[in-house]
């Protein structure tokens, strides 16, 4: 299993690489446009780049969560037991699994919502942006039950 979430590790971090160079090209016209008269004006350049930035923010989670970058905010003090240790880092991981369950229930919805909808300016069809909220659920849950399931077979493996 680890290989194969490896692999889709590989894709989002390829796919966030295009995501960047997508946002810069359409921002880079739009400055231009602005700026001289080199480029003409183009409105669709704001909104491709609105997606590529919806898109970089879901696959850069996606990723974070299983490079373990994903930030987390330790109110606890640190302890000595490795047990009470385990038990922390697997309470932050249930806590991201619960905000990846929120965003497969209610994103499932709001994919339906925006499945035949189109955008405004560039008549783009919007389910390519709606899928985003499931698919980043549906992933970050598979990242997350990797993390847990590596968590414990360290905390049973070292007997404690």
């Known amino acids: 299993m ?23 090209i359409p921002v880079t016209a739009q400055i231009l446009s602005r700026f001289t008269g080199i480029v003409p004006r183009y409105i669709w ?10 898109w970089m923010i879901m696959v850069g989670a996606m990723c974070a969560v299983r490079d373990g970058t994903h930030f987390d905010l ?22 991201i699994l619960a905000v990846a369950l929120i965003f497969i229930w209610y994103g499932w919805d709001f994919m339906l919502f925006g499945w035949y909808q189109k955008s405004e300016i560039a008549a783009l069809p919007m ?21 847990i399931a590596k968590e414990i077979a360290l905390v049973k493996g070292a007997g404690v």
Do not use: Y
């Not at 350049?45 to 919806?54: K, L, S």
């Not at 970050?140 to 993390?147: D, G, N, S």
């Open 127 to 147: 389910n390519w942006i709606f899928v985003a909220w499931p698919l980043t659920g549906v992933v970050t849950t598979l990242f997350v039950a990797e993390k």
């Open 2 to 24: 680890t290989r194969v979430l490896d692999a889709i590790h590989l894709v989002l971090r390829l796919a966030l690489g295009l995501l960047i160079a997508g946002l810069l």
């Open 45 to 54: 350049t704001e909104e491709i780049a609105r997606f590529c930035f919806v």
């Open 74 to 95: 330790e109110v606890l003090p640190v302890s000595a037991n490795a047990r009470i240790e385990a038990a922390k880092r697997i309470f932050v991981q249930l806590m």
